[in-house]
């Protein structure tokens, strides 16, 4: 209607991509500095079971398998979520033909559940 005031209209936009693209950077610093940490922590691990001389060869074994095993498992909703949602925010901001890669990226994140 025209008898809305003009400061509502300009308001009306739900959407600021300002607002995204600032979230958007902000989750890829702290993605980039918990995967450092996880590294840190990983590499850590593994030189503690190299240097550790009171288990033996045996259990020094099973606890580098077991340590693998959970990167494995912090990996998988990495690749199944994280990365496809990733995806999607730079197809938005790359101003993409999406239609082929978020119907990808949703398939991805589906077999994830």
């Known amino acids: 209607s025209s008898d809305w005031p003009i400061e509502l209209i300009d308001n009306a936009d739900c959407f600021d991509p300002d607002r995204i693209r600032l979230l958007s950077e902000m989750s890829a610093f702290?993605?980039?500095f918990f995967f450092a940490?996880?590294?840190?922590?990983?590499?850590?691990?593994?030189?503690?079971?190299?240097?550790?001389?009171?288990?033996?060869?045996?259990?020094?074994?099973?606890?580098?398998a077991m340590t693998r095993t959970l990167?494995?498992?912090?990996?998988?909703?990495?690749?199944?979520?994280?990365?496809?949602?990733s995806m999607c925010i730079l197809v938005y901001f790359l101003n993409l033909d999406g239609t082929l890669i978020i119907s990808i990226c949703f398939v991805i994140i589906a077999m994830h559940s």
Do not use: C, W
């Open 30 to 32: 702290g993605a980039a």
């Open 71 to 85: 990167v494995l498992q912090l990996a998988v909703p990495v690749m199944f979520t994280i990365f496809p949602i």
């Open 37 to 64: 940490l996880i590294v840190l922590i990983v590499s850590h691990t593994f030189t503690n079971l190299r240097k550790l001389s009171t288990i033996s060869k045996r259990m020094r074994e099973y606890h580098r």
